[in-house]
């Protein structure tokens, strides 16, 4: 089972939230947006990130009137404006011509995130959507890539950022081939090798080359099996 994050992997969403963070604040006349209130919402909930930003603004808003303005702006962002990342929807159309079974593991909200993928058409083309939200488990423990795995059968590979290496992907025993989201991720390779990943791509498009060696149509006769992340991709 192939197992992709959303944000970052295969949505292009980085910094949506920011932008968010910049629409919301500019409603109320409060431009440019504080670093320091950015760290803070960053690690924090929304309704926890909702209390900070009218007690540190003085809004007139109630913490959930403020956290559900966050969520609408969020949901037509998904639902109608962010785009797949590049090569993301070829790889996707490999996959699928294999016969590998895929899913979505992210952390993203569960609404957010089926919006986006149905927007593009792809809802169905995932065996399931694993969130931390619903399963209540964070990306750093073990348990949330078990129970994935439950589901996905003993062979499984995930695929996300580079720059977010977890302990949990690794004690669980799982493959990872990772994404970065930034031009400084590309930089990554070494810290993916010394983070224990077995696979670095330096983008979507060249994990495909990596994995397709050659591959020009379906049927050419090649393997069904997985793609074994034994690949480090630098160019791409």
Same mark, same amino acid.
Not at 33 to 40: A, I
Not at 119 to 144: M, N, S, Y
Not at 168 to 176: H, N, P, V, Y
């Given at each position: 089972?192939?197992?992709?994050?959303?944000?970052?992997?295969?949505?292009?969403?980085?910094?949506?939230?920011?932008?968010? *963070?910049?629409?919301?604040?500019?409603?109320?006349?409060?431009?440019?947006?504080? %670093?320091?209130?950015?760290?803070?919402?960053?690690?924090?909930?929304?309704? *926890?990130?909702?209390?900070?930003?009218?007690?540190?603004?003085?809004?007139?808003?109630?913490?959930?009137?403020?956290?559900?303005?966050?969520?609408?702006? &969020?949901?037509?962002?998904?639902?109608?404006?962010? %785009?797949?990342?590049?090569?993301?929807?070829?790889?996707? %159309?490999?996959?699928?011509?294999?016969?590998?079974?895929? &899913?979505?593991?992210?952390?993203?909200?569960?609404?957010?995130?089926?919006? =986006?993928?149905?927007?593009?058409?792809?809802? *169905?083309?995932?065996?399931?959507?694993?969130?931390?939200?619903?399963?209540?488990?964070?990306?750093? *423990?073990?348990?949330?890539?078990?129970?994935?795995? &439950?589901?996905?059968? =003993?062979?499984?590979?995930?695929?996300?950022?580079?720059?977010?290496?977890?302990?949990?992907?690794? &004690?669980?025993?799982?493959?990872?081939?990772?994404?970065?989201?930034?031009?400084?991720?590309?930089?990554?390779?070494?810290?993916?090798?010394?983070?224990?990943?077995?696979?670095?791509?330096?983008?979507?498009?060249?994990?495909?080359?990596?994995?397709?060696?050659?591959?020009?149509?379906?049927?050419?006769?090649?393997?069904?099996?997985?793609?074994?992340?034994?690949?480090?991709? %630098?160019?791409?």
């Amino acid at each position: 089972m192939l197992f992709f994050d959303l944000d970052g992997t295969l949505l292009d969403s980085n910094g949506i939230w920011l932008d968010i *963070d910049i629409e919301f604040l500019g409603r109320h006349g409060i431009a440019p947006v504080p %670093e320091d209130y950015t760290e803070y919402v960053t690690h924090h909930s929304p309704l *926890d990130a909702a209390r900070y930003t009218r007690t540190r603004f003085g809004l007139s808003e109630t913490a959930e009137e403020i956290r559900q303005t966050w969520l609408q702006m &969020a949901r037509a962002a998904y639902a109608g404006k962010l %785009e797949l990342k590049p090569g993301a929807r070829a790889l996707l %159309e490999r996959c699928r011509r294999r016969g590998w079974d895929m &899913a979505v593991l992210t952390s993203c909200m569960p609404e957010l995130c089926r919006a =986006a993928l149905e927007r593009h058409g792809i809802a *169905d083309w995932f065996r399931g959507v694993v969130t931390t939200q619903e399963t209540g488990l964070e990306k750093r *423990d073990p348990a949330l890539y078990r129970l994935a795995a &439950a589901q996905g059968g =003993a062979s499984c590979l995930r695929i996300r950022p580079a720059t977010a290496l977890r302990r949990g992907r690794r &004690a669980s025993m799982w493959q990872g081939c990772g994404i970065p989201c930034t031009p400084a991720g590309r930089r990554s390779c070494a810290a993916c090798a010394a983070a224990g990943w077995t696979a670095w791509s330096s983008s979507l498009r060249s994990w495909r080359r990596a994995c397709f060696p050659g591959h020009k149509k379906a049927g050419d006769g090649s393997s069904n099996e997985l793609p074994s992340p034994a690949c480090s991709v %630098e160019n791409g």
